[in-house]
């Protein structure tokens, strides 16, 4: 089955705490973002990458890195998380041709203490 | 600034009715288009794409694109109660960095 695999689905934690964030899919797709989503402001892209070692800047980076290592994978690394960084975050996942529209993760909810 | 427009709602229809929804665009290098559906707390779920000016009709669901005047559309007809939900339209142009629009509630009642 085609999919777009996140962990955790939940977690709540502390400020400054660093976590991780896994994202993984199974679809050979070239193109895997991060989204946060959050009430009255919408989907708002926080990281992509094109293909493996090629990562750039959404709308809101700040606070976030990512990693491309594999084709796979693009896990979403909070350093020293803040509690404006509680959110409900979604990775996604496209074919690198124009046009092509994402398949979304189920969500992971964080909060920050 | 890229901006995508849709009217927050709710928009109430009664079952079996048709719900129109729409979304405007700000950036007319704009090339794909798509409307998600996304039910509270879950993930946005593919529902269209559309890609030329005109008319796509996929079962239930009609979207409508008209560059020049920078608008599309989703027409759901026969509306059920398992359509209510959040509607996204969600804009690309050559760039990496689509622009979502907030949303549409939509609420199908019985």
């Known amino acids: 089955e085609a999919q777009v695999t996140q962990n955790p689905r939940y977690l709540i934690t502390v400020t400054g705490k660093k976590l991780t964030v896994t994202c993984s899919q199974n679809m050979n797709h070239e193109y895997m973002s991060w989204y946060r989503q959050d009430p009255g402001l919408g989907l708002r892209q926080i990281y992509y990458s094109m293909n493996v070692e090629v990562t750039d800047k959404g709308d809101v980076p700040e606070g976030y890195k990512v990693s491309r290592k594999e084709k796979r994978n693009f896990p979403l690394i909070l350093e020293s998380p803040s509690p404006n960084q509680t959110s409900l975050y979604f990775c996604?996942?496209?074919?690198?041709?124009?046009?092509?529209?994402?398949?979304f993760g189920d969500g992971t909810r964080l909060s920050i203490l | 600034q890229k901006e995508v427009e849709q009217n927050s709602g709710p928009l109430s229809v009664p079952e079996g009715a048709i719900a129109s929804l729409n979304c405007t665009y700000s950036d007319r290098g704009s090339q794909s288009f798509f409307w998600y559906r996304q039910y509270s707390g879950k993930s946005p779920e593919l529902i269209m794409s559309i890609y030329s000016n005109g008319d796509k009709e996929d079962g239930r669901f009609t979207a409508q694109l008209n560059k020049a005047s920078q608008y599309v559309s989703l027409l759901i007809r026969d509306s059920q109660p398992s359509d209510s939900a959040t509607y996204l339209c969600?804009?690309?142009?050559?760039?990496?960095?689509?622009?979502f629009g907030r949303g549409t509630s939509l609420i199908v009642h019985p």
């Open positions: 996604a996942s496209r074919d690198g041709y124009e046009g092509q529209p994402q398949h």
């Open positions: 969600a804009v690309w142009e050559r760039s990496y960095i689509p622009t």
